[in-house]
């Protein structure tokens, strides 16, 4: 068994390893990295993407082409640090593992001893998508009872409204509309966040298909299709239930697959009488007559097919998007075709290859104990309040895989979090970020090149072995390596907390052949069905087994029991006096071909050639307040104010703005993170946050 191998590709007197990107990105391309030199000594030469992946086949994208550029940056960490300046310099001097071992041992053990497990929290987030580095470390804070996190920045809110109507976050896999013939594109920016879908689209699209975007933003996916219809942000909902109003009116149900396969038509067909096109116009600002020919489309042509992803969810009633999409492929019978359905994730499909207990081991925890729950998207709350859930200060943080001052919300109130004496901060970091710069101790982390794994895709239905081409750098350490020396220090006996990586692996890989998996490269999850037709003869997870499109266990959580368009509180049709002081709504989108997220924008290569922060806004906007382009503005709202060169646009509606994030504020210190300006409003459901549900002003400096 070996995942190392000549190839055709690699350089003379090179060995080729294979490997799987990591990124948070539904690509989860496999790649390949040409090695020199043996142990210690060898130095990865090229990296490049695997042509026998059968998803990415070869191509990665800008940033990825290259990585190496990261892996052997100047500015990477390779030595554990301690801080001597004051909290948020970055002035950091180098210690040994030893003495940083000992010191957090020491300060860990007087926080439990004096305030309880409930004050150490565990900051992970998505930096890594591989098992073990998302998951490993459950184990010890199991073990421990320290608090954990709930809800997410991204999934768990689009998860459980496509729930709220199918039982389960399962849907279509994304590469199956190669067989539609209408594949609507709706908030999602295929071809920049997830270009190896593109060529599905475009092979249907020359069989005939049609494709249509909908988005607040006009986007480089926009610009490629066929027609783009944008609605105001925030209001998609109310496009649906026109959409439903539409079908219903004109006879387009699949009556038969309605009566088999769900609950609640008939109360849902009474709901959206209401939903007229021009009322819904009026929500929308799109044009009543566009709405109608978009139904009339998604009702008549078949195979039809919905791609939506992460956008949609940052919204107050995300949750409800996913809720209202998911009825209209079943109100038409789309689930009856191959290619005919809805796409968001296909992670659930792949997670099924799985078990995930085998890796956090939940069973660790102490008998009869529950951790303290905080929610993720809220840090700069409970970093900076004691009393927000009732339980102790929070004395401790340990930060992996994230940079939350530049991605959570409410970023200034992070840092007066952390600026806190009395919080001590650890983060395991491979550059000085934003939030790194705030830490107490900074910690070293191996790249993906350097470490085993396997990666789970949420955008096709391959997992990935990783296998390390090259030792660590330095004195880094993997994410599972962190967690097995902190539970050393922190004096713990469990054999557990201690178990090898392929160990864990051969525990957990139980839906695939984890030796052909680490041999191949990838396998294919199994649970998805052979038709690619998930839904074709029913067989959801809801308690009736039926798409509910009435929902009776929304109802006994208080939520609406139908698909239900209500607007944001922070928004202008949610809060008139807010909007007459923040008259703009925020858009803070990822649109950057050289960075991903917060990971690239630091480095040469990658985030100066995108320029720097900028806001966005139509001409119309930006002479009725004098201003050209470049002009400099302040952008305010009650959480913070940043100052930003203008960028006239025809991407945008009048009355919204956007600031693209990404950037860290290290290198632009008079433009913070965008996330200083956006709401941390909980979803509806799911724990998830409405960054899009953001209002600002804008004034000339």
């Known amino acids: 068994m070996t995942a190392t191998r000549t190839d055709a590709g690699a350089r003379a007197g090179a060995r080729t390893v294979h490997g799987t990107c990591h990124h948070d990105c539904p690509d989860s391309c496999g790649w390949l990295v040409d090695v020199e030199g043996e142990g210690d000594a060898a130095v990865p030469v090229r990296l490049r993407g695997n042509p026998a992946h059968p998803y990415s086949k070869g191509e990665l994208c800008p940033k990825v082409n290259r990585f190496l550029d990261r892996v052997t940056s100047p500015e990477r960490i390779t030595t554990p640090l301690r801080r001597v300046g004051a909290k948020g310099e970055g002035r950091f001097a180098p210690v040994s593992w030893a003495d940083a071992l000992d010191e957090i041992g020491t300060r860990f053990g007087e926080i439990l001893a004096t305030d309880g497990p409930g004050a150490i929290v565990p900051f992970t987030s998505a930096g890594n998508q591989g098992l073990l580095a998302l998951f490993f470390g459950e184990r010890l804070w199991n073990h421990l009872g320290v608090a954990r996190l709930t809800g997410a920045l991204c999934g768990l809110t689009a998860g459980a409204g496509l729930a709220a109507t199918y039982g389960s976050g399962r849907g279509l896999d994304p590469s199956e509309m190669r067989h539609s013939k209408l594949i609507i594109l709706?908030?999602?920016?295929?071809?920049?966040?997830n270009?190896?879908?593109?060529?599905?689209?475009?092979?249907?699209?020359?069989?005939?298909?049609?494709?249509?975007?909908?988005?607040?933003?006009?986007?480089?996916?926009?610009?490629?299709?066929d027609w783009f219809l944008q609605p105001l942000p925030g209001t998609d909902v109310a496009m649906m239930l026109a959409m439903m109003h539409v079908l219903v009116r004109d006879g387009l149900i699949d009556h038969e697959?309605?009566?088999?396969?769900?609950?609640?038509?008939?109360?849902?067909?009474a709901h959206v009488v209401e939903w007229t096109p021009a009322r819904a116009e009026a929500v929308t600002g799109v044009a009543a007559a566009d709405i109608e020919r978009l139904a009339q489309r998604y009702g008549t042509v078949r195979p039809a097919a919905i791609r939506t992803l992460i956008g949609p969810e940052h919204h107050e009633h995300g949750a409800m998007f996913f809720r209202a999409l998911a009825c209209l492929p079943a109100l038409v019978g789309a689930w009856r075709d191959r290619g005919g359905g809805v796409a968001r994730s296909v992670g659930v499909w792949c997670d099924e290859a799985v078990d995930m207990a085998a890796i956090a081991r939940p069973d660790l925890a102490p008998a009869g104990t529950r951790r303290r729950e905080l929610p993720m998207v809220r840090v700069a709350e409970w970093l900076q309040d004691a009393t927000a859930d009732g339980g102790p200060p929070v004395r401790a943080l340990v930060v992996v895989g994230g940079n939350p001052v530049v991605t959570v919300p409410d970023s200034n109130g992070i840092e007066r979090g952390l600026a806190r004496d009395?919080?001590?901060?650890?983060?395991?970091?491979?550059?000085?970020?934003?939030?790194?710069?705030?830490?107490?101790?900074?910690?070293?982390?191996?790249?993906?090149?350097?470490?085993?794994?396997?990666?789970?895709?949420?955008?096709?239905?391959?997992?990935?072995?990783?296998?390390?081409?090259?030792?660590?750098?330095?004195?880094?350490?993997s994410n599972s390596?962190?967690?097995?020396?902190?539970?050393s220090a922190l004096g713990c006996t469990e054999s557990a907390l201690f178990d090898d990586d392929h160990l864990v692996l051969a525990d957990a890989i139980t839906g695939v052949d984890l030796e052909r998996l680490r041999t191949d490269g990838f396998a294919r999850s199994p649970s998805y069905p052979a038709d690619g037709r998930p839904y074709a003869d029913g067989g959801f997870a809801t308690a009736s087994g039926r798409v509910e499109l009435a929902s009776d266990a929304l109802a006994a959580r208080g939520l609406p029991r139908l698909p239900t368009y209500s607007p944001a509180r922070e928004s202008r049709a949610g809060d008139a006096a807010l909007a007459a002081r923040f008259p703009f709504a925020l858009l803070t989108p990822k649109q950057h071909v050289r960075f991903l997220n917060s990971s690239y924008s630091h480095l040469p290569g990658h985030g100066p050639l995108e320029g720097g922060p900028y806001v966005?806004?139509?001409?119309?906007?930006?002479?009725?307040?004098?201003?050209g382009e470049g002009a400099l503005v302040r952008v305010h709202n009650e959480r913070a104010e940043v100052r930003l060169p203008v960028r006239v646009t025809t991407r945008l509606r009048p009355g919204v703005v956007a600031i693209p994030w990404g950037w860290w504020q290290r290198d632009h210190?008079?433009?913070?993170?965008?996330?200083?300006?956006?709401?941390?409003?909980?979803?509806?459901?799911?724990g998830g946050v409405a960054y899009s549900d953001t209002l600002v002003a804008v004034e000339p400096v």
């Not at 593109?198 to 986007?219: K, M």
């Not at 697959?257 to 067909?269: K, P, R």
């Not at 390596?481 to 539970?487: F, P, Q, T």
């Open 186 to 193: 709706w908030g999602t920016n295929t071809r920049l966040t």
């Open 195 to 225: 270009r190896h879908l593109w060529p599905s689209i475009e092979a249907a699209r020359a069989d005939g298909a049609e494709v249509v975007v909908v988005d607040p933003i006009r986007t480089i996916t926009a610009d490629a299709a």
């Open 257 to 269: 697959w309605v009566a088999a396969h769900t609950v609640g038509f008939d109360e849902l067909a």
């Open 422 to 477: 009395d919080l001590f901060t650890v983060v395991h970091e491979q550059f000085l970020t934003d939030t790194a710069r705030w830490a107490d101790l900074v910690l070293p982390a191996t790249m993906q090149i350097e470490a085993v794994d396997v990666v789970t895709s949420w955008g096709h239905l391959h997992l990935g072995w990783n296998e390390p081409a090259v030792a660590p750098a330095g004195q880094s350490v």
């Open 481 to 487: 390596e962190l967690h097995r020396r902190l539970a």
């Open 616 to 627: 966005e806004m139509v001409a119309a906007d930006a002479d009725r307040l004098g201003l």
């Open 669 to 686: 210190g008079d433009a913070p993170s965008a996330n200083a300006l956006t709401s941390a409003t909980l979803t509806d459901w799911g």
